[in-house]
């Protein structure tokens, strides 16, 4: 009897009759196609995730800012220009995660939520913020007030300048053309402007608005800045973020904004935040002299 042709199916059972080295040749193809398209489809994912998220995020840190997270939350996520939003609250009593929470089904991968165990102040807030920008890839990163003193609808001027214009820090400056605060108490905008004149007196740094709280980073700046270095954490820290960035030689613009005082919801300016910033310029300074900020 012949032997069976190799190729032809043998008898009833149907199962190709290939010689075994064929056999080989055929799974190898099959699994080299297996990881091609599987290979593909991973590309296609992660460039179309890519695509999609933006490449700017907002940082809003809050401690009881339940009156105004859900509305500032839907002003800036509805502005034109393309942003992500960072609320980071420090466990708030009144909840304010909750309405965060609520939220992020609406604008899902856009809007997310970091939350600390307890009020452990602005800066270190801030601080967290921006590691996890970095760490997630934002080029641009503005931080903001939750409770409207920052207009949203300025953050578009923000992110251009540092997009567009080379800025690689932007602050949105009350003291840039006159002094431009609208309904706070004649005392604290005398304090708030005199703050800046004294920081600028003594770091010497040419920035009108020192503890503007309106901020857009390139991340470069972040990324050289030894982020836990910084150590103040209410206006000092403005400052100290500010001072740093000068000192690597970054170019630090100001563009005017109108700061407007908050409508709801309760300050958590203190007389410790006040002290800190005072004496915090002078360590600053002092300690500049035995730092070196080389990129
Ligand atoms: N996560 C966190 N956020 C804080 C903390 N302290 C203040 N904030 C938030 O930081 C932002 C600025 O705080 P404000 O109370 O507005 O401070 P301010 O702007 O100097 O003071 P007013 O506008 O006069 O109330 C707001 O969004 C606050 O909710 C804190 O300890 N932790
Ligand atoms: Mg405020």
Known sequence: MPPPDPGKRAGKTGIPCLPPDQISVSLHITVRQYYVSLGLK????????EYSMSNKL?????????????????????????????????NSPDGTADSVRQL???????????????KLGLGTAYIMGFKWALDKGYSYICEMDADFSHDP????????????????????????????????????????????VYVRMITRMKVRDATAGFVCYRKEVLETMKLERIRFKGY???????????????????????????KEGNSKMSGGIVSEAIFGVIRLKTGSWFTSYNR
């Not at 800012?65 to 859900?70: F, G, H, L, S």
């Not at 500032?72 to 034109?80: C, F, K, W």
């Not at 992020?104 to 307890?118: A, M, P, T, V, Y």
């Not at 578009?156 to 690689?168: I, S, T, V, Y």
């Open 42 to 49: 991973y590309y296609f994912c992660v460039s179309r995730y």
């Open 58 to 90: 907002v940082i809003i840190p809050t401690y009881n800012e339940k009156e105004n997270i859900a509305k500032i939350i839907r002003a800036v996520l509805d502005l034109e220009v393309m942003t992500d939003l960072l609320v980071i609250d420090d």
């Open 104 to 118: 992020q089904e609406e604008f899902k991968d856009r809007l997310h939520l970091l939350e600390r165990k307890g």
């Open 153 to 196: 609808n300025d953050l578009p001027r923000l992110f251009h300048a540092c997009e567009q214009q080379g800025a690689d820090v932007v602050i949105g400056s009350r003291y840039i053309s006159g002094v431009n605060v609208v309904n706070w108490p004649m005392g604290r905008v005398l304090i708030s402007y005199f703050a800046s």
């Open 236 to 262: 000092a820290f403005q400052i100290e973020m500010k001072f740093t960035a000068w000192k690597y030689n970054f170019n630090v613009v100001e563009i005017p904004i109108i700061f407007t005082d908050r």
